[in-house]
């Protein structure tokens, strides 16, 4: 293979980690760009620096988005690199594959770029890291033939994810998996032509355990919850006190709000249902025991993002309690979703994540001028100050 | 011409059929031992799902492995985790036991659930960024290899989210983490002017700095950048590929702890800096490596059952977490950028 040293990277493939280097080593037997990846990265160590430039304007016809174009700064030293682009590649929900799938993929980038690929890049797309521009077209014709899209780069809504949902898991309070796939389809034009101030994600998480990290990482968080009382089942608590669970110490004592009591001879649980704020610990807990309750649906949450610009902000609720459960459902959201979005084109700076914008002109305007209704739901509690925007119909002419 | 538009591979020709017939009719689950899952339905029927860790920058050659062994244990169905682990799903419960020994010969670490180290979320980094402060890959793999045990076992107090994200863009959105590793410059971006005036948008180049530090130069068709108000996010080299920022001798790591996103038992919270910067030592980063072991270990020795890495930290106070880990607290850990006072103590009720 490469006659070059690469002692640092050898260095990384001891240990009992699975090593990214040994997989850039297997790539670099059938292809050239990826041995000189491998030589590439050794060369950032030795100078403890990164080696590649800004990207250009790379895409596939139709689309605006989807490419993203990616050159090395050092291109007479790895002339394989001088064009290394990514694209993203939409992934199915929760991220469920056949392998019939997952080998045509293969065979499509075997074809076309350097045999590496991310399962899955950070926002959820399948990335297909590494080809020359020339392949760009022919690799998206190939993957369309097969009936796989592109995802979004650029300011653009992002591609949605979603976790498993009710395709294993118990505590799903709406159809995650649905929701994305039809929410993403209604925006494919969104998806695939950026034309906002900047990106925009959407993530589904069935319940408050968020395991999509949606309130961190989404601009629209949407969250499975329900209205009324968890259902507990007080033989499976007997169970679980029978096999020495110490359901006082590890249930009720961490329930945040108190709202658990455990009866210590009749071993029954039991809950204050109005002073449950459905953080899901008791479930967790006791999976056979506590179940969430029967009026299910999910919190809307908006604005969520990391550090770049304005520091990171976690989504906050804009609708405590909609219902997710059929295309009427989806309707109301998508409803709500196009005026948030207007309002956003119309007031957004460039490069201005959602929420940077409703901070920058405030939560009061932000809902006067989508239409939301503002409920105690969505403060931890309310303002300090008496400083208020009164709007022209509130004050006696 | 190629079809535009036709969205995302649909999800209900994916499903193993053990999970299209119990769809939303599963009870509870358990964990038989770590990375197996345990999904029993109403109906009865046991799904097994057996958890891998991938290093996430794979070859075609890794992709039709794990494709093999779907093909022989799952009947062809497998999935990813949003924590970028393998999940081969076992519908025949005789061929779990089989398809581990298969995995762990092949080398698959099996683990990541419950009270376990799971599988670090990352970015690029030097592998394929334009902007890093840090390797991602790199780094990634030099911390799971040190901490490997908690991987596949659950010994830990509860579970422990690791991200990494190679500077502040933060694609790996490891902010809201129980322990995040994140790539810091620490000097003023250099500006290339010609670079600046071939081709950057002075007024968004300007727009993109968060404190106001760089304004426009309209004598050079430039920029000036007011050196005491930058705080090397990288924002401006992201916007323009003249305001060069990586420097090889001071970029390096922050360590932030504390952070989740589950609502269970306390908000979901962000990560907070307890080390301002570790340097840039490939290819283990040794410094990084041990700092996040002396974290995690302290957290083991002191933290309760079933308490995230924040919660007990929480629990104890800061100030004792500085004394227990031995971390040295220094000016850096005390907010100057914008919504610091929030986190300025304003009680009398403190630890020592």
């Known amino acids: 293979m490469t006659e070059k040293k690469t002692p640092q990277m050898d260095e990384l493939e001891n240990g009992k980690w699975p090593s990214f280097v040994t997989e850039i080593k297997k790539a670099a037997v059938k292809n050239p760009a990826a041995e000189e990846l491998l030589q590439l990265l050794e060369k950032s160590y030795e100078d403890k620096i990164g080696h590649w430039k800004h990207g250009g304007i790379v895409g596939v016809r139709g689309y605006g988005g989807g490419v993203i174009g990616r050159y090395t700064d050092v291109p007479e030293e790895f002339p394989h690199l001088a064009e290394f682009h990514t694209m993203r590649l939409s992934a199915p929900s929760a991220w469920f594959y056949n392998t019939k799938t997952l080998r045509r993929i293969c065979d499509i980038w075997e074809k076309h770029g350097s045999g590496l690929t991310n399962f899955h890049g950070s926002t959820g797309d399948i990335i297909m890291l590494g080809m020359n521009t020339e392949h760009i077209q022919p690799a998206f014709d190939d993957f369309s033939e097969a009936g796989i899209d592109l995802g979004g780069s650029g300011s653009c809504l992002r591609s949605p994810s979603c976790c498993v949902g009710p395709a294993r898991c118990q505590n799903a309070c709406y159809d995650t998996l649905e929701a994305c796939y039809n929410i993403t389809n209604e925006y ?21 355990n968020d395991c999509t990290a949606s309130i961190a990482r989404s601009d629209c968080s949407v969250i499975g919850t329900w209205r009324d009382s968890i259902i507990i089942d007080q033989e499976a608590v007997k169970q679980y006190a029978a096999e020495g669970m110490n359901i006082q110490e590890r249930v009720c004592d961490k329930c945040p709000t ?50 770049i610009v304005q520091s990171a902000f976690m989504s906050w609720v804009i609708v405590p309690f909609m219902k997710m459960e059929n295309e009427d459902d989806y309707a109301e959201f998508k409803d709500m979703m196009a ?25 009061g305007r932000f809902l006067r001028e989508v239409g939301l209704p503002p409920v105690p739901q969505m403060v931890f509690r309310p303002r300090a100050n008496p400083y208020v925007f009164w709007q022209k119909d509130e004050i006696i002419e | 011409m190629a079809k535009l538009d ?101 080398g698959f670490p099996v683990g990541g659930t419950g009270a376990a180290l799971g599988n670090i979320v990352h970015t690029q980094g030097w592998v394929h960024c334009h902007t890093p402060a840090t390797d991602a890959s790199g780094v990634v793999k030099a911390v799971m290899d040190d901490l490997f045990e908690y991987f596949g076992s659950m010994k830990l107090p509860s579970k422990l989210r690791v991200g990494l994200a190679c500077c502040l863009n933060m694609c790996g959105a490891a902010h809201c983490s129980d322990l995040a ?9 250099r500006i290339n002017h010609e670079k600046i005036r071939k081709g950057t948008e002075i007024p968004s180049l300007v727009a993109s700095c968060p404190t106001g530090a760089i304004r426009p130069d309209p004598k050079n068709k430039s920029v000036i950048v007011h050196e005491e108000k930058c705080m090397y996010c990288g924002n401006c080299y992201t916007m323009a590929p003249g305001m060069e920022i990586m420097d090889a001798k001071n970029d390096g790591c922050a360590i932030l702890v504390g952070g989740k996103v589950s609502n269970a038992r306390t908000n979901p919270s962000f990560s907070r800096m307890v080390i301002p910067f570790l340097p840039n030592n490939p290819p283990r980063w040794p410094e990084v490596t041990a700092a996040v072991r002396n974290i995690v270990e302290t957290w083991i020795v ?49 630890k020592y």
């Not at chain 2, 810091?184 to 971006?189: D, E, I």
Request: proline content about 5%; some cysteine; glycine content about 8%.
């Open chain 2, 181 to 189: 590793i994140v790539g810091v410059h620490r000097t003023v971006p």
């Open chain 2, 6 to 106: 036709q969205g995302p591979i649909n999800y209900k020709d994916m499903l193993p059929p053990i999970i299209a017939e119990n769809y939303g009719q599963w009870q509870y689950h358990e964990i038989p031992r770590p990375g197996l899952l345990k999904h029993v339905a109403e109906s009865g029927a046991e799904l097994y799902s057996v958890r891998v860790g991938s290093p996430r920058l794979v070859s075609l050659d890794f992709v039709r492995e794990i494709c093999d062994i779907a093909d022989t244990f799952c009947d062809g169905y497998l999935r990813f985790t949003s924590r970028n682990n393998v999940e081969f799903l076992v519908s025949d419960p005789t061929k779990v036991e089989p398809l581990i020994a298969e995995l762990e010969a092949k």
């Open chain 1, 339 to 363: 005026r948030i979005w207007e309002w956003w084109d119309e007031n957004g700076k460039t490069r201005e994540r959602i929420g940077e914008t409703v901070y920058r002109l405030g939560m």
């Open chain 1, 258 to 307: 108190r709202a658990l009591k455990f009866n210590h001879d009749t071993k029954e649980l039991a809950v204050i249902a109005e002073d449950c704020s459905r953080c899901m610990h008791c479930i967790n807990v006791m999976p056979k025991a506590v179940k969430p309750g029967k009026e299910k649906g999910a919190t809307i949450l908006l604005g969520g993002k990391s550090t």
């Open chain 1, 188 to 208: 494919q034009d969104e998806l695939h032509r950026p034309m906002w101030p900047y990106k925009f994600k959407f993530k589904f998480s069935g319940c408050a």
């Open chain 2, 302 to 350: 002191n933290g309760r059952k079933g308490e995230r890495l924040g919660e007990w930290i929480e629990r104890i106070g800061w100030e004792k977490f500085f004394t227990l880990t031995g971390i040295p607290f220094s000016d850096k850990l005390i907010d100057d950028y914008i919504f610091s006072r929030e986190t300025f103590r304003t009680s009398a009720t403190f």
